[in-house]
């Protein structure tokens, strides 16, 4: 939106398509697996992640779908006291509910929209909390319980709760602390104060090179969007302020030394890249759009213009 606004977005630069595989190969046989009921198959791919970020990374695909996974109620009801399948099921049913309810503010949504996203959340939480119970040591359902609870407007201390649980047994999930940085936002019953204060006590706390670094240039997308089309939303990234820590938050994640680029660690450098964007650092948003390639993700282009994938180009053209 902000591009466009403020003419700073070109129609004559070629759209690049958002990429859910964050340019990993495992994610499209993943997919297939679990399509076509070889869980077996599909539990061997994520077994196979470097660490517990990367199996974050590769579950989360599977919310990203959108897809109805029926086979994995067969799974389930030969094998009820399996938690990944249990994980799984749970992680699909929270995609599947957002595409009942779509993705546009609440008062664009309707009624029949609202109770079919409601029953489907219900149900992901049934799975979510039983792939919890049945192994107690993995934060994923915990981190997958953020988002059913934001849809399921649970009250801001439940969301900290599930944070913690999940935070105690991984530290520093990228999926989860972006998930939980949205249950924060004031569009989901949080503030800008409670966004603000842990978007910048989790990046104060984070080792250069993090991709939580990026959350306070999230926190920063989620506020300019939350003025809409006023006067503060077209100058809000001129600020000095809101320049100084896009530009400090990219030196301590994708610009250092220490940054690994891996496929969780895309929708970061994706955020970084379009708050160099708005700050108007062209040169460096076009060195990391250069970096990110086709890995390009929903957010934050789609808050930035009408069409998301011209503004990405923008910043990889620079």
Request: proline share 5%; net charge negative; aromatic share 8%.
């Amino acid at each position: 939106m902000a591009l466009r606004r403020t003419g700073l977005l070109t129609a004559n630069r070629k759209a690049i398509a958002e990429d859910p595989t964050r340019g990993d190969p495992r994610i499209p046989d993943l997919l297939h697996h679990l399509r076509g009921g070889d869980v077996d198959a599909a539990r061997l791919i994520v077994a196979s992640a470097t660490n517990t970020s990367d199996r974050e990374h590769l579950v989360l695909a599977v919310l990203d779908a959108k897809v109805d996974l029926l086979a994995l109620d067969g799974w389930i009801t030969a094998h009820p006291d399996d938690a990944w399948a249990h994980l799984v099921r749970g992680v699909q049913l929270v995609g599947w509910a957002w595409e009942a309810r779509g993705h546009g503010r609440s008062q664009t949504v309707g009624e029949s929209a609202f109770e079919e996203f409601w029953a489907r959340l219900r149900r992901a939480e049934w799975h979510l909390l039983h792939a919890a119970e049945l192994d107690p040591t993995d934060p994923l359902p915990w981190g997958s319980l953020l988002t059913s609870g934001r849809g399921l407007q649970v009250a801001f201390e439940e969301l900290c709760l599930r944070f913690e649980e999940c935070n105690r047994r991984f530290p520093g999930l990228p999926g989860a602390h972006a998930a939980f940085l949205q249950g924060a936002c004031r569009k989901w019953r949080g503030s800008h104060d409670q966004m603000f204060g842990f978007a910048t006590m989790t990046a104060s706390a984070a080792s250069p090179g993090s991709p939580l670094h990026a959350l306070v240039v999230a926190a920063h997308f989620e506020q300019q969007i939350d003025l809409d089309d006023t006067q503060a939303f077209r100058h809000y990234f001129a600020s000095p302020g809101v320049r100084a820590q896009v530009h400090f938050a990219a030196t301590q994640s994708v610009l250092h030394p220490s940054w690994i680029d891996v496929p969780a660690h895309v929708p970061a450098m994706n955020v970084i890249a379009g708050g160099l964007l708005m700050i108007e650092e062209r040169s460096l948003a076009q060195q990391v759009a250069g970096r990110i390639g086709v890995r390009r993700s929903g957010f934050p282009w789609d808050y930035i213009g009408d069409d998301a994938g011209q503004a990405f180009a923008r910043a990889l053209a620079g």
